[in-house]
């Protein structure tokens, strides 16, 4: 069972906290001092906000990772990918955005393109 310890928390803060659902070793990161006399650092709600931002980029990256690609996706038809990209996903026809993502000589920038093409085709 887990303890709970007052932290000294306004409301607005102890919200914004509950929020970003942290697992023990990023509080260990934010918090200082002996256990039941922990004290958020000076800058914390700029640590809790970028580490915020990086929970919603990991949940749209794994909203994405399963995209689905169609086997029959013509990689020469999508305008922007560059030389090697469409090279590589027509040699290796990736199931999904993820994979697609994880081939060498497919850029983050290819990857966007294709997640544009697809968009735009209702995919």
């Known amino acids: 069972m887990a303890e709970s310890f007052n932290l000294g928390l306004n409301a607005e803060q102890e919200e914004r906290a509950n929020k970003l659902h942290f697992g ?7 918090f200082q001092g002996p256990i039941g006399t922990y004290s958020f650092p000076d800058g914390y709600e700029e640590e809790l ?31 922007g990918l560059s030389f090697e990209a469409r090279q590589k996903l027509a040699e290796h ?7 697609a993502s994880r081939l ?14 697809l968009e735009q085709r209702g995919g």
Request: proline share 7%; aromatic share 6%.
């Open 24 to 30: 023990n070793v990023v509080i260990d990161m934010l």
């Open 49 to 79: 906000e970028k580490l915020a931002k990086q929970k919603e980029q990991a949940r749209r990256f794994s909203r994405l990772e399963n995209k689905p690609l169609l086997p029959s996706l013509d990689y020469a038809e999508v305008k």
């Open 104 to 117: 060498g000589g497919v850029s983050p920038a290819d990857i966007t393109v294709l997640l544009i093409y």
């Open 93 to 99: 026809r990736p199931a999904s955005l993820g994979q």
